[in-house]
């Protein structure tokens, strides 16, 4: 099963840079985001999963269709291959690697991520809080400071999309009266 | 658009279904996967499908603009005021067991209503992008 997905994520993402229409690139995109959620169901986390399903998959692709039919469609061919952003990928990417083999085994129960809070959080939960759910009960009120600080952030970047996309044709609209 | 029979009986008969899975994606995310986050958008996506199939004026008829556009802020205000209720009450910021007698009940309040912020916040945010980026291409 695991192989399966990682064998069609590695095909997906190989598709998606092969590919010079944007308009498969982001249906490829969504496709990713999809088997990205597989992943992750595999992995147990659900509720990351779903967030990858309905963001990775499904408004993330409607966005980027609806920037391309502000654009152009097809993605030009570079003028020279860049071996200096290859060997900048490539060094990057050995690094990510480097640093991953210096984590505990996958699953590890007294690895420091699940020695520190973690237990706390899975034995008092639903005592403290009433939420049967572990992940809710961290996301909206252990974390809630850190929640509160993701709906700003939210809001923030939609704020600012909102105001690049309207103030561009009000300068546009401002050329035009005064031609 | 008006052609795709298919797509608009099938878009009219999975809509209803659409909202409800977010509903109950919503307020079951206390005891199943889910919470405000995921049901924002799967709300904002019940929106743009509307928009796709039936045209961006029958979908601003349901959510009409401004409103989406004011609940862009009104969520994350519904957010940080049920912190600021726990501060005015005399406990620290975002201290949710004075919202009701029982700590353990108004946990479970505060939640709820944090919760329903980031729904508010993440479905506006989504759907106003959405109505910018067609506006902009007219």
């Known amino acids: 099963m695991n192989v399966a997905l990682l064998t069609l994520l590695a095909v997906v993402t190989v598709a998606v840079i092969r590919q010079r229409s944007l308009f498969g690139v982001a249906i490829l995109a969504g496709a990713y985001s999809f088997l990205m959620a597989s992943v992750l169901i595999v992995l147990d986390a659900v509720d990351v999963a779903m967030t990858e399903a309905s963001v990775g998959a499904g408004i993330s692709t409607v966005l980027l269709l609806a920037t391309l039919h502000l654009t152009k469609t097809i993605e030009i061919r570079p003028t020279r291959p860049s071996l200096l952003s290859l060997a900048l990928a490539l060094v990057v990417g050995g690094l990510i690697v480097w640093g991953t083999l210096g984590l505990p085994p996958f699953g590890t129960a007294d690895s420091p991520v699940h020695a520190h809070v973690a237990p706390r959080y899975l034995n008092q939960s639903l005592r403290e809080t009433g939420v049967p759910n572990v992940v809710t009960a961290v996301l909206a009120d252990y974390r809630g400071y850190d929640t509160l600080g993701e709906a700003t952030v939210i809001f923030t970047a939609g704020i600012g999309v909102l105001l690049l996309l309207r103030g561009f044709r009000r300068r546009d609209e401002r050329a035009e009266r005064e031609k | ?138």
């Open chain 2, 1 to 138: 658009m008006s052609l795709d029979l298919v797509l608009r009986v099938v878009t009219k008969l999975i809509l209803p279904f659409i909202q409800m899975f977010a509903l109950y994606v919503q307020f079951h995310g206390d005891y199943g996967p889910g919470g405000g986050f995921q049901a924002g958008v799967i709300t904002a996506g019940a929106v743009i499908l509307l928009a796709i199939t039936f045209g961006i004026r029958a979908a601003q008829q349901i959510a009409p603009k401004a409103i989406v556009e004011r609940m862009v802020p009104l969520g994350v205000l519904i957010f940080a005021a049920t912190g600021v209720v726990g501060l005015l009450l005399g406990r620290n910021f975002l201290d949710y067991s004075v919202l009701a007698h029982d700590p353990v009940h108004g946990h479970e309040w505060g939640i709820f209503l944090v919760e329903f912020g980031v729904l508010v916040t993440v479905s506006g945010t989504m759907i106003a992008l959405f109505y910018a980026f067609v506006e902009r291409g007219r």
